[in-house]
T-cell receptor, first 113, second 112 residues
Framework: GENVEQHPSTLSVQEGDSAVIKCTYSDSASNYFPWYKQELGKGPQLIIDIRSNVGEKKDQRIAVTLNKTAKHFSLHITETQPEDSAVYFCAARWMDSSYKLIFGSGTRLLVRP | NAGVTQTPKFQVLKTGQSMTLQCAQDMNHEYMSWYRQDPGMGLRLIHYSVGAGITDQGEVPNGYNVSRSTTEDFPLRLLSAAPSQTSVYFC???????????FGPGTRLLVL
């Protein structure tokens, strides 16, 4: 069935280090993969997304890579800062007749000053 | 623009009571959706709508009803609340299909 697995569930890094969060999906036809950041007490906010016709996309300190053959995609945050501390969610769009976006279970990132 | 607004922010219900969670957006978005967020389970899609008059079920639709009479509003109804429905509920909207979704601030629901 529809499934997106996300790892790790928690991640603690030192300020300035890099952080990597990985997701795998089950629908080989999926073609859209967004990443959301959720700060405490707020709704999730889109930070970057990638479509299946590209393998990597960058936006300043964040980047997403996609491996369609292996059905996994990753979020990379470089030079982490304390304000990067949040919960991050990956998602994949299901390509059946519906219009569903299925989310991973989330990664709590803590950046230690 | 106010974006996506949700009311109430917090609600306590007794088992068996019914209520409606309100969601409105002022961006003229066609696609709207409801998610619930539970610890360790991420965001799970309850129902969604691709336009006024059109709704469909998501991953966890049981116990919830929706309607979409206008482009702006997408209320979520709990018919007979159960403790298992204790959660944080988020409404989201996007222009068409679920691409860049804008989330509301959430409604925290406690069912006793």
């Amino acid at each position: 069935g529809e499934n997106v697995e996300q790892h790790p569930s928690t991640l603690s890094v030192q300020e300035g280090d890099s952080a990597v969060i990985k997701c795998t999906y089950s629908d080989s036809a999926s073609n859209y993969f967004p990443w959301y950041k959720q700060e405490l007490g707020k709704g999730p906010q889109l930070i970057i997304d990638i479509r299946s016709n590209v393998g990597e996309k960058k936006d300043q300190r964040i980047a997403v890579t996609l491996n369609k053959t292996a059905k996994h995609f990753s979020l990379h945050i470089t030079e982490t800062q304390p304000e990067d501390s949040a919960v991050y969610f990956c998602a994949a769009r299901w390509m059946d007749s519906s219009y569903k976006l299925i989310f991973g279970s989330g990664t709590r990132l803590l950046v230690r000053p | 623009n106010a974006g996506v607004t949700q009311t109430p922010k917090f609600q306590v219900l007794k088992t068996g009571q019914s209520m409606t969670l309100q969601c409105a957006q002022d961006m003229n978005h066609e696609y709207m959706s409801w998610y619930r967020q539970d610890p360790g389970m991420g965001l799970r899609l309850i129902h969604y709508s691709v336009g006024a008059g059109i709704t469909d079920q998501g991953e966890v639709p049981n116990g919830y009803n929706v309607s979409r009479s206008t482009t702006e509003d997408f209320p979520l109804r709990l018919l007979s609340a159960a403790p298992s429905q204790t959660s944080v509920y988020f409404c989201a909207s996007s222009e068409t299909a679920p691409r860049t979704q804008y989330f509301g601030p959430g409604t925290r629901l406690l069912v006793l």
